[in-house]
């Protein structure tokens, strides 16, 4: 018999139920049902959770220099952001810590050490995905996940990041918020696809999804850097052969051939006038050189519209276009097919997309297609007859659309183009070393020339 009694009670244990489910405990949903003492229990978790990080929301963290002693009595010294010092000393604390000092740091002073952060390298965001994906399986907490990974850091900085993260979760925040709160550390798309993992409760698949997207992102970044580094290396050696013999041996042989200077042929004579430039202006050139590249970078980095000039050359070149070209439609599909088959929203993709590129031509492409989306318009229609975008990958984008499958579809691109993209590494890294090989072997080869033959040419008059 329902009673009054009774519909508050089951109200009771379904709202416990809806909010565990949210924090990703659907396997403790089924039990909250029949045992009351587990819905005392974690709904007062729940709840101080939530109580946490509304205490804390729209506050700013501070800066802590702290000094502790673990168990083993070694001392520690280094930073760490909380809300505030009482936060920041209990953190310390349930840690195994034994703080000795704890304060403030001004914003004006900085900790060289800890307080600037790189992003964690791809290969290392990967297989740490892959090892939090692995104990949430097992049944542990995200907590306790993150503090392995935070106790088996070597470097201080990743530590750090791990130590913040768990202060965090500690705090009632999840785990996007987590990462939010290092934006210079974690990806945006990463972000975004945990933030969706908490509202369907599936997170050990996603960052399964996540750390195999990164996988082949950092595998794709090897294979080119692989594919350069040999004619990088070969090119370096073959203009500072080329500069030694011009700056050192070529000056032996000038006070030789002085007396036959009206007599030395064109070739020896401009080999010397190069050997005298390189031996007054060397320094020069050099410094010309490194300010040429600093200056490259740096409007590269800042100047848009020097970026996005750059960017276009580039993709007229014949051989660099593909490489560029299959390079982009291969992340745009691989990102654009991982947020779609988890649910997130083509808009919301939009905006990770724009952020994750870093070309300001596809950038554009991407702005385009929002704009049709929010007009009412098809992906499709930005990508339509645009140089840029291959033939191939509208037609099955057009496909994907119009059957439903548009995320099977983009992986379906995404796979077929990173082959490409693989291809033309390869047949780069196959033409550019014979090239480098035989203008080494030809400039040489003139040098020598145009030393050798004044010198036969004397010794026939000596005969």
Do not use: C
């Not at 800066?63 to 070694?74: A, E, H, I, R, V």
């Not at 000092?101 to 600037?116: G, T």
């Not at 999804?209 to 080119?224: N, R, V």
Request: hydrophobic letters at 45%; charged letters at 20%; aromatic letters at 12%.
């Amino acid at each position: 018999m329902i009673t009054k009694d009774n519909i508050f009670t089951y109200a009771y244990k379904g709202l416990a139920a809806l909010i565990l489910s949210i924090f990703r405990k659907k396997d403790k949903v089924k039990d909250l049902f029949f045992e009351e003492d587990i819905v005392d229990e974690n709904l007062k978790l729940m709840t101080n959770r939530l109580d946490k990080a509304a205490a804390n929301k729209g506050q700013e963290k501070i800066t802590f220099k702290y000094k502790t002693k673990d168990k083993n009595g070694k001392i520690k010294t280094g930073s760490f952001d909380a809300y505030n010092i009482e936060q920041a000393k209990n953190y310390l604390v349930n840690e195994g810590n034994n703080v000795i000092s704890i304060q403030p740091v001004k914003k004006s002073s900085l900790d060289l050490n800890l307080s600037i952060f790189a992003p964690i390298k791809i290969g290392e965001l990967s297989f740490a995905l892959t090892q939090i994906s692995t104990y949430l399986k097992a049944g542990m907490s995200l907590v306790d996940a993150f503090r392995i990974l935070a106790k088996q850091s070597t470097k201080p900085n990743i530590k750090k990041i791990y130590d913040l993260i768990v202060y965090d979760l500690l705090s009632g925040e999840s785990l996007s918020t987590a990462f939010e709160h290092q934006p210079k550390v974690f990806p945006k798309l990463l972000t975004n696809m945990v933030r969706s993992a908490e509202l369907t409760g599936d997170l050990p698949a996603i960052l399964d999804d996540m750390a195999d997207y990164y996988t082949s992102i950092d595998k794709t970044k090897k294979e080119l850097k692989s594919a350069m580094t040999y004619p990088t290396i070969v090119l370096i050696m073959a203009v500072a052969v080329i500069v030694f013999v011009l700056r050192y041996i070529v000056p032996q042989y000038v006070e030789m051939f002085s007396s036959w200077s009206d007599n030395l042929p064109k070739i020896t004579l401009m080999t010397i006038s190069f050997s005298n430039f390189l031996q007054e202006y060397l320094l020069q050139i050099i410094i010309i050189i490194i300010m040429i590249l600093l200056l490259y970078l740096y409007w590269f980095k800042n100047v848009k519209s020097f970026r996005y000039l750059m960017q276009s050359i580039y993709l007229k070149i014949p051989v660099v276009k593909n490489i560029i070209m299959y390079s982009e439609v291969s992340m745009f599909s691989k990102t654009f097919a991982s947020l779609l088959n988890h649910g997130v929203f083509i808009t919301d993709s939009m905006d990770v997309l724009i952020k994750v590129s870093d070309n300001e031509i596809y950038k554009k492409i991407i702005e385009k297609t929002v704009k049709n989306l929010n007009k009412g318009g098809k992906i499709s229609e930005a990508f339509k007859d645009n140089p840029h975008i291959p033939v191939v990958a509208y037609e099955m984008i057009v496909t994907g659309e119009s059957t439903g499958q548009l995320g099977t579809m983009m992986e379906k691109v995404a796979d077929y183009y990173q082959n490409l993209y693989r291809n033309s590494i390869n047949q780069v890294k196959t033409l550019l070393e014979p090239i480098l090989i035989v203008f080494l072997t030809f400039t040489v080869g003139i040098i020598i020339i145009s030393i050798i033959v004044p010198m036969f040419e004397m010794y026939k008059v000596i005969q």
